[in-house]
């Protein structure tokens, strides 16, 4: 692993998880991959480009396990497939931008979800548990090109 997931090592250790070579795969997919929202799909494809054999069954698994220990993040990104990021690159909590007609994810810097979250439990009395928020819209790029849905004025 890439020395960016030393924290990672020792967090299985201690939760008695194995350091399986897919659990490492799939770390180091999201901990190397260019983009930083990454589906299940992509780690998968990208560990076949290396040469590894992984099934999307045995990705899905992985992804499940280090999720529960806070290694990685899942984020539901609306109609399309989940996205699922490296918590250690994210200590804090943090927004995401999601466009709805190409399902790319986007961080939205400076926003910070610890103000909702506090707007939302003085006011509802609601305690939200997640530790990312998603925001769903369109993007510049999906915009220009005019794949929104016109909306009839009303």
Known sequence: MNGRLP???????????????QRRTVLETLSNGQAKHLTAEQ???????????LSMATVYRALSDLEKLGLVTRLDAGSGPATYELALTHPE????????????????QGI???DFKKVIAQTRNFE???RSIGIFGY?????????VPRRKEV
């Open 7 to 21: 924290r990672v090592q020792g967090r299985l250790a201690k939760e008695r998880f194995r350091i399986t070579p």
């Open 43 to 53: 780690i998968h494809r990208s560990a076949q480009a290396r040469g590894l054999r």
């Open 93 to 108: 909590p943090h927004c995401h931008l999601i466009c709805l007609a190409c399902g790319r994810v986007f961080e939205a």
């Open 112 to 114: 910070l979800p610890e």
């Open 128 to 130: 939200v548990a997640s």
């Open 139 to 147: 993007c510049e790029t999906c915009r220009s090109k005019e794949k």
